[in-house]
Antibody
Framework: QVQLVQSGAEVKKPGASVKVSCKPS????????LHWVRQAPGQGLEWMGV????????SYAQRFQGRITLTRDTSTSIVYMELSSLRSEDTAVYYC???????????????WGQGTLVAVSS | DIQMTQSPSSLSASVGDRVTITCQAS??????LNWYQQKPGKAPKLLIY???NLETGVPSRFSGSGSGTDFTFTISSLQPEDFATYYC????????FGQGTKLEIK
């Protein structure tokens, strides 16, 4: 069965960076785009970016440009989301999610990771 | 960026009620719209894709309609397990979520 397993919770200081991993299983890693979505406490969902595990190409939401980097390691079938220059407003649960249609970058998400809490506090 | 305006932001209803949520896009997005349900502490779940298609395994009391800029999500007869927060999401140009609608028990 398809699963997306994320790394554990992180506590970071303002100005630091965080790197969250997402390891899919149950399907061919390079066949489905993977997205990152975050949710601040009590707030809505915010799309951050997407990566194509096949070739590493990615797109980012404008508000995260310059601070976010999505990468993938095809040898371990893991996708990473790194966010830099953290501030308190970045405190949120970060999710990875798989596009529901093979080889498509959009069209909605059918499987999600369990979420990773990143807390930014001095 | 395409903005998605979802309304209402919250809604109180009773089991058995018919409930409707709307989502308006800041520009024409054709039918590139999905609807998700999220329960506290859980990841969202896809209910409707391409504005009106029911995801596999989702009960038929959920439905969606619309195209262009105006979209509607309906639950025909609320069940106890439907009390949750619902989000629309456009994917015409990158992706954007609506602000969410919290559906509470009256």
């Amino acid at each position: 069965q398809v699963q997306l397993v994320q790394s554990g919770a992180e506590v970071k200081k303002p100005g630091a960076s965080v790197k969250v991993s997402c390891k899919p299983s149950g399907y061919t890693f390079t066949s489905y785009f993977l997205h990152w979505v975050r949710q601040a406490p009590g707030q809505g969902l915010e799309w951050m970016g997407v990566i194509n595990p096949r070739d590493g190409s990615r797109s980012y939401a404008q508000r995260f440009q310059g601070r976010i980097t999505l990468t993938r390691d095809t040898s371990t079938s893991i996708v990473y989301m790194e966010l830099s220059s953290l501030r308190s407003e970045d405190t949120a649960v970060y999710y990875c999610a798989r596009t529901r249609v093979i080889f498509e970058s959009r069209k909605g998400f059918d499987y999600w990771g369990q979420g990773t809490l990143v807390a930014v506090s001095s | 960026d395409i903005q998605m305006t979802q309304s209402p932001s919250s809604l109180s209803a009773s089991v058995g009620d018919r409930v409707t949520i709307t989502c308006q896009a800041s520009q024409d997005i054709s039918n590139y719209l999905n609807w998700y349900q999220q329960k506290p502490g859980k990841a969202p779940k896809l209910l409707i894709y391409d504005a009106s298609n029911l995801e596999t395994g989702v009960p038929s009391r959920f439905s969606g309609s619309g195209s262009g800029t105006d979209f509607t999500f309906t639950i025909s007869s609320l069940q106890p397990e439907d009390f949750a927060t619902y989000y629309c999401q456009q994917y015409d140009n990158l992706l954007t979520f609506g602000q969410g609608t919290k559906l509470e028990i009256k």
